[in-house]
């Protein structure tokens, strides 16, 4: 099977990389082992959120210009300050193309609710999470009676430190008490597939609906939306005060909805989605990859043209740790990593750790080697690449969307096309 684009991994990076070459034109598939690391995500992205040094990031430009001087081996400094923040307006648009509603400025960070009620910088979060500062004077943070994966509570008392008036309440919603059986099966995802059934909308609006006396807002937990956000229209067309949802523990909706999201787009547009497959190993001649094995198709090679390494880090097993260092397991290419174990972590639990900047070696074009060899028609991008720590920084979510874009921008050149 021959192909313009194989991309390995199916999260942010490999499918926003290939929308953008299935939008140019080019043929591509993606082999995709599992579920992404995004189905486990609150569905905001962070494109820095603070430095190395721990200083908090506000505006981007002069925070990038900063992180590409003092740290080079960042994804951020191989593409430089410009590079990153165009990039960046265009993942936005893409994903509004998709039906992913964002809220947000490519120029500076704003700051989410989280689902304990504290605030965290993100660059874009869905369009149904609240943002500070809240404009709402009191505010009722609603809870489903049994579901243990959000505290309202906790929510409300983080609130009225920060000035705000907020009141917990619990719904109990007896038409869920199927699900309440199994404290394993009461969980967000499977409330969202009994809520967004569109004759079970009005049992969650007349719950709803006395709780709106005396408030200016409601907060409850991310429950509904798995395809899409008609519920939440429907909703906020008919409640007297706005409703705002908060992410809850992983698995999440507003991750998975994102994801289903951009890979509906991605076939729907022509591209070839390879689910439960995984690239086991790809042959190389002349300095290029020349087929691409995957375990389902074990005597038929995918043949590309190019290649993209996005098969994440170790939560997607694109790296693995042994006792003799930490590898990538398809290609066995060059790793960035401490020289030895005993610098792969800090003792104070909460210190950045080293181990979250170990990724694959790539040059400015983000092309990687082996052997100190680059091949020449494959490219990493996302959770694959090393040189950034994506907890302690708040930068996990951009450097997947805008490295996927810009390896898509590296192989439209090459190929004479363009974005």
């Not at 120029?107 to 369009?127: D, E, F, I, K, M």
């Not at 890979?263 to 439960?276: A, S």
């Not at 005597?299 to 003799?324: C, Q, T, W, Y």
Request: include cysteine.
């Amino acid at each position: 099977m021959r192909f313009d684009t194989v991309i390995v991994g199916g999260g942010l990076a490999g499918l926003l990389c290939g929308l953008r070459l299935q939008k140019a034109g080019l043929r591509c598939a993606i082999v995709s082992r599992g579920q992404s690391a995004l189905t486990f995500s609150s569905g905001s992205l962070d494109l820095l959120s603070t430095l190395p040094n721990g200083d908090a990031v506000t505006d981007f430009r002069p925070a990038l210009d900063r992180l590409c001087v003092e740290t080079p081996e960042h994804p951020w400094a191989k593409l430089g300050t410009e590079t990153v923040l165009t990039l960046a307006h265009q993942v936005q648009a893409l994903l509004t193309e998709c039906g992913a509603q964002m809220q947000g400025d490519p120029a500076h960070n704003h700051y989410r609710v989280t689902p304990l009620g504290t605030l965290r910088r993100a660059w874009l979060s869905p369009q149904e999470v609240p943002v500070s500062p809240l404009t709402a004077r009191r505010i009722c943070v609603v809870g489903i009676s049994g579901l243990l994966d959000f505290q309202p509570h906790l929510a409300a008392a983080s609130l009225r430190q920060r000035g705000t008036d907020a009141q917990a309440v619990d719904i109990e919603l007896p038409e869920l008490d199927t699900l309440r059986a199994s404290a394993a099966g009461f969980r967000a995802v499977n409330i969202a597939r009994f809520l967004d059934a569109e004759e079970n909308w009005p049992l969650l609006y007349n719950a709803l609906l006395p709780l709106t006396q005396g408030y200016d807002a409601l907060l409850m937990p991310a429950c509904f939306g798995l395809e899409d956000d008609r519920l939440f229209a429907w909703l906020n067309a008919r409640l007297p005060c706005p409703l705002r949802l908060l992410p809850t523990l992983p698995p999440s909706v507003p991750g998975m909805r994102m994801h289903r999201q951009l890979q509906r787009q991605f076939i729907r547009t022509g591209g070839t989605w390879m689910p439960g497959d995984e690239v086991t190993h790809m042959t190389r001649h002349d300095g290029v990859v020349s087929e691409i094995w995957t375990r389902q198709h074990a005597d038929i090679p995918l043949r590309p043209r190019f290649a993209v390494l996005a098969s994440g880090s170790f939560f997607s097993n694109g790296l693995v740790a042994d006792r003799d260092g930490i590898r990538e397991p398809i290609l066995g290419l060059e790793v960035q990593q401490a020289p030895d174990r005993a610098g792969w972590y800090r003792n104070d639990f909460f210190d950045p750790q080293p181990w979250q900047q170990s990724g694959v070696k790539v040059d400015d074009t983000l092309r990687p080697h082996i052997d100190g060899e680059r091949v020449n028609n494959l490219f990493a991008a996302g959770a694959v690449l090393g040189g950034f720590d994506p907890i302690a920084q708040g930068c996990g979510g951009g450097v997947s969307a805008v490295t996927g874009l810009f390896v898509a921008q590296q192989i439209l050149d090459m190929s004479g096309g363009t974005l």
